[in-house]
């Protein structure tokens, strides 16, 4: 599958600081997910987003789904240390179940 | 709920020798599950889709000889790494489809963590 392009690459932020990140497809997917990967573990589930427009928040968390279904965006507000870690975005095109993912972002929090 | 264990959490072997890795779905049913296989700062990349009952879906560029697959039940999938050498040290990450309500998510287990001598 394709390689969505996702960005910040990278961020370096003070902890209370809002963070944003976003992730582009060139196809139309009938699902986007974020995740959240800490050293040495597998992704864990922050978000799950299935309409097209979908705005859902999960704690300091937001994300939505983009109105063309081709990106979606997460934020982060007020963070705090334990924010630190990778985030992948993941869509799902239309034809199965595989998971087509960002490249990450890579958030560091100062206290 | 939706929690995916992995099995076991890290191992090494010798070169040569193969390894199994177990992956469970604990609480929910998955007829897919995904082997994926994650380099250093890198991103997950799908190695092979796993359905219940029937044989695994391969990447392009994944030798179904070397990574062999089985999807035995609803709730366990198996990959084991076939006369396993050092370029196979990786870390493996499988996930579970869940379905409900029409809707489908993906949870992931923890890893495991593979170092061949």
């Known amino acids: 599958g394709q390689q969505l392009n996702q960005s910040p690459q990278s961020m370096f932020i003070q902890e209370g600081e809002d963070v944003s990140m976003n992730c582009t497809s060139s196809s139309i997917f009938n699902t986007w997910l974020w995740y959240k990967q800490d050293p040495g573990e597998g992704p864990v589930l922050l978000i799950a987003l299935y309409k097209a427009g979908e705005l859902t928040s999960n704690g300091r968390l937001t994300a939505q789904f983009g109105i063309t279904r081709k990106d979606s965006f997460l934020n982060i507000s007020a963070s705090i240390p334990s924010d630190v870690g990778i985030y992948f975005c993941a869509g799902r095109p239309n034809s199965g179940y595989a998971l087509n993912f960002g490249k990450g972002t890579s958030l560091l929090v100062t206290p | 709920g939706a929690v995916v264990s992995q099995h076991p959490s890290r191992v090494i072997c010798k070169s040569g020798t193969s390894v199994k890795i177990e992956c469970r779905s604990l609480d929910f049913q998955a007829t897919t599950m995904f082997w994926y296989r994650q380099f250093p700062k890198q991103s997950l990349m799908l190695m092979a889709t796993s359905n219940e009952g029937s044989k695994a879906t391969y990447e392009q560029g994944v030798e179904k000889d070397k990574f062999l697959i089985n999807h035995a039940s609803l709730t366990l999938s198996t990959l084991t790494v076939t006369s396993a050498h050092p370029e196979d040290s990786s870390f493996y990450i499988c996930?579970?489809?869940?379905?409900?309500?029409?809707?489908?998510?993906?949870?992931f287990g923890p890893g495991t963590r593979l170092l061949v001598l």
């Open positions: 996930s579970a489809s869940s379905l409900s309500g029409g809707q489908e998510t993906q949870y």
